[in-house]
């Protein structure tokens, strides 16, 4: 299996910060790699596919870069809606795995 | 718009039978740009991908837990099912169904609300 490891794990910042979270995988991923947001009690959101694409209805403020194995997600200015649990994805390869997650929490 | 909403017990017992059912609404289940997801996350913990069916009906199972899943579906009523057997209050978990865009890329795209399954006696 591709194991995905992110950092940090947990990350404290202010409102209209930028924040970047890494996603590292054991082995390449090309570019098949995705990003969701997921807030306590909801299903996971997708933000970012194949790396570096924004899903249709996420604001711009959100951008993923990177390819092979190491990967990054920026939040450009943060909202005080950001604040989330942050997951890295990887699809070249079954079984799909994710990220340990990343708790982003308001200072 | 695409919905998924899941259906079945909350709570199992030790070494029975999980079921769940998946059905989806403003979209088709034999759509060949998709297939179609089962991913579970225990208390506190992150994600794990189970396996997918496609429309075709072949599936592909996360081999930690192959010897006990089964994902089939029902085309007639739009629906996916997932059944893990001997399960153990390690498999108690909120279960996700999800729809899998692989057309070219390969994203979940749509989750379900997720459906909390507790394992205990």
């Known amino acids: 299996d591709i194991q995905m490891t992110q950092s940090p794990s947990s990350l404290s910042a202010s409102v209209r910060d930028r924040v970047t979270i890494t996603c590292r995988a054991s082995q390449s991923v090309s570019s098949y790699l995705n990003w969701y947001q997921q807030k306590p009690g909801k299903a996971p959101k997708l933000l970012i596919y194949a790396a570096s694409s924004l899903q249709s209805g996420v604001p711009s403020r959100f951008s993923g870069s990177g390819s092979g194995t190491d990967f990054t997600l920026t939040i450009s200015s943060l909202q005080p809606e950001d604040f989330a649990t942050y997951y890295c994805?990887?699809?070249?390869?079954?079984?799909?795995?994710f990220g340990q997650g990343t708790k982003l929490e308001i200072k | 718009q695409v919905q998924l909403q899941e259906s079945g017990p909350g709570l199992v017992k030790p070494s029975q039978t999980l079921s769940l059912t998946c059905t989806i609404s403003?979209?088709?289940?034999?759509?060949?740009?998709?297939?179609w997801s089962w991913i579970r996350q225990p208390p506190g913990k992150g994600l794990e991908w189970i396996g997918y069916?496609?429309?075709?009906?072949?599936?592909y199972y996360n081999p930690s837990l192959e010897s006990r899943i089964t994902i089939s579906s029902d085309t007639s009523k739009n629906q996916f099912s997932l059944k893990l057997s001997s399960v153990t209050a390690a498999d108690t978990a909120v279960y996700y169904c999800?729809?899998?865009?692989?057309?070219?890329?390969?994203?979940?795209?749509?989750w379900s609300q997720g459906t909390r399954v507790t394992v205990s006696s």
């Open positions: 994805q990887q699809s070249n390869r079954t079984p799909y795995t």
């Open positions: 403003g979209g088709s289940i034999t759509s060949g740009d998709y297939h």
């Open positions: 069916i496609y429309f075709s009906g072949s599936t």
């Open positions: 999800a729809r899998v865009s692989s057309s070219s890329w390969v994203f979940f795209d749509y």
